[in-house]
């Protein structure tokens, strides 16, 4: 298929490339000049990309971003003609995705949110989760892309139900690597070794695929980014407007958001969210890993 590949960040270019891998004519473009795909070709704007293409993949940062490649000039809009799918991978707005969905409509043009789970290293090595909203027609037709890049495309509901499912999770992600972050502080000021702690979380019920991706970085002290930090703290502020759109209470969430505004604030927005730990060693006086105070 002619895929115009929109954004080549963390996620976007391991995507891009295996769409090329799997025999794609891909055209791809990028914010930040002199990102390139082997095998792709090069477009010097959204609106080049989109020309030569069938199918518009974009998977940028934010809300603001996906407006930007889209319609602001040179966007992609301007070069979309009846019958063509858009697929948005970046994890935005719902209520701003079913305004776009409305605004593609009146030009003939299916959409399709489809934000993915499963972080840099499931992009690299194609075993992305694909988490999408819209028409089981669109997605059937852009079936041979998702098994390009993925292993599995969850289908929520209509539109936008892709981006309300994506918050829901990223809310329990890092809800869920809060705990843990938590746990291994308190243990280590008691002087319990991290590794032993792991390997109990790992052995009982507390277990989840978050710690048993996490654990192994923490305890490296790696915190290179595989989802960087900022972009949680994005799709938090996303989830908690949503929630009160929706009338909807999330105090817990409430916290952990004031957990990552100080990790802002610390200069933490370019490593992974993970990060977050930082704090609790800098508050407690001591560095996981070490079991010793500072």
């Not at 954004?7 to 891909?26: C, D, F, Q, S």
């Not at 390009?148 to 999770?169: D, N, P, R, Y």
């Not at 390997?199 to 790696?222: C, E, H, N």
């Amino acid at each position: 298929m002619r895929v115009a590949f929109l954004g080549l960040g963390i996620m976007g270019r391991p995507m891009a490339a295996n769409l090329v891998k799997a025999g794609h004519e891909v055209t791809a473009w990028s914010r930040t000049p002199g990102k390139l795909v082997e095998g792709a070709r090069v477009a010097a704007s959204p609106a080049e990309a989109a020309g030569a293409a069938d199918v518009v993949w974009i998977c940028v940062s934010d809300t603001a971003a996906v407006d930007s490649v889209l319609f602001e000039t040179n966007g992609a809009e301007s070069a979309l003609r009846e019958g063509m799918i858009v697929v948005d991978s970046s994890t935005i707005s719902p209520a701003r995705t079913l305004a776009i969905v409305a605004r593609l409509a009146e030009r003939g043009v299916e959409h399709i949110d489809a934000p993915v789970t499963g972080s840099k290293i499931g992009a690299e090595s194609a075993q992305l989760i694909f988490i999408a909203g819209g028409e089981e027609a669109a997605i059937a037709r852009v079936q041979p892309l998702f098994q390009a890049m993925g292993k599995l495309v969850k289908h929520m509901g209509g539109h936008a139900m892709g981006q309300a499912a994506k918050l829901a999770m990223n809310l329990q992600i890092a809800m869920i690597y809060e705990g843990f972050a938590e746990a291994l502080a308190l243990a280590t000021k008691l002087g319990v070794a991290p590794e032993k702690l792991v390997d109990l979380i790992q052995s009982s019920m507390v277990r989840s695929g978050v710690i048993d991706y996490k654990a192994p970085f923490v305890l490296k002290r790696d915190y290179s980014p595989n989802f960087p930090l900022r972009l949680m703290h994005k799709d938090i502020h996303l989830t908690l407007d949503a929630a009160r759109e929706a009338r909807v209470k999330l105090p817990g969430l409430e916290t952990v958001e004031e957990i990552y505004e100080v990790a802002h604030d610390e200069g933490h927005d370019d490593l992974d969210y993970a990060a977050t730990l930082m704090l609790l060693e800098k508050w407690a006086g001591i560095e996981v890993g070490t079991a010793a105070t500072r």
